[in-house]
């Protein structure tokens, strides 16, 4: 008998579908068939995001997170979420005293990218190789990845920006894992700190506003003089 009404209620349906199909609506009705077959009419079936501990994953910075991270497919997705176009040149790469987690190149400007790692909160040992890298290079991008900026460390890769020019940039990042039921972990990189280009070209422009004034001042201070040079030498 189940079978039966089983059968009916497919017929039906597909009777249904004829119908529909002379209206413009097959697809629609196709939905809704393979829907009420599944038993999801009255609700949707969503799974639910769950959030998992970096170090589930990668036991060690240097041993995993590292070389991960290294990997073509993973620098791309870092560097999409920056704008940059990364490629690799060494990993722990040794700059001054310290060595950079990650050594790579800017293709689209050529200057180099330190990046470096911590599967914690941020702290002040690794804002000091910071500025230490910053320090020891002409033009470079800084790149600090931690699983949680504090807000003070935050602040102070906005106030490097905010001081520094065009040829230094500093990037906070912070890194996620989530899943959704048995699926496998998925990464996330989150953007807490970057360049203010903006505030750069507004500062540059006032700057040039400023030598501007200052020019014109002169150009005052010189017609002067030489008005009095040429009536008192006639």
Not at 19 to 38: D, S, T
Not at 123 to 133: E, K, N
Request: charged residues 25%; negative net charge.
């Amino acid at each position: 008998m189940l079978k039966q009404d089983m059968t009916i209620a497919i017929i039906v349906n597909h009777e249904s579908l004829q119908a529909a199909n002379k209206f413009g609506c097959l697809k629609f009705c196709a939905i809704v068939l393979g829907l009420a077959e599944r038993g999801e009419m009255s609700e949707y079936n969503l799974g639910k995001l769950e959030k998992i501990e970096l170090r589930d994953i990668w036991t060690s910075e240097s041993s995993h997170f590292t070389p991960w991270l290294a990997g073509e497919e993973n620098l791309l997705t870092l560097g999409e979420t920056l704008g940059l176009e990364l490629e690799l040149e060494a990993q722990e790469r040794a700059v001054g005293p310290f060595r950079a987690d990650i050594l790579c190149k800017d293709i689209g400007t050529n200057a180099w990218v330190l990046i470096e790692n911590q599967l914690e909160r941020t702290d002040h040992t690794h804002l000091g190789q910071l500025l230490t890298y910053a320090s020891g290079l002409e033009a470079v991008t800084i790149v600090w990845i931690a699983a949680r900026f504090t807000e003070e460390h935050r602040s102070t890769l906005d106030w490097l920006n905010r001081i520094t020019d065009e040829t230094f940039r500093f990037f906070g990042v912070e890194v996620e894992l989530w899943k959704i039921g048995e699926s496998q972990a998925a990464p996330r990189f989150n953007v807490v700190s970057k360049p203010n280009n903006w505030s750069k070209l507004v500062t540059k422009a006032a700057r040039a506003i400023d030598e501007a004034e200052l020019s014109d001042t002169k150009s005052l201070q010189l017609a002067y003089w030489g008005e009095i040079w040429w009536r008192t030498s006639g």
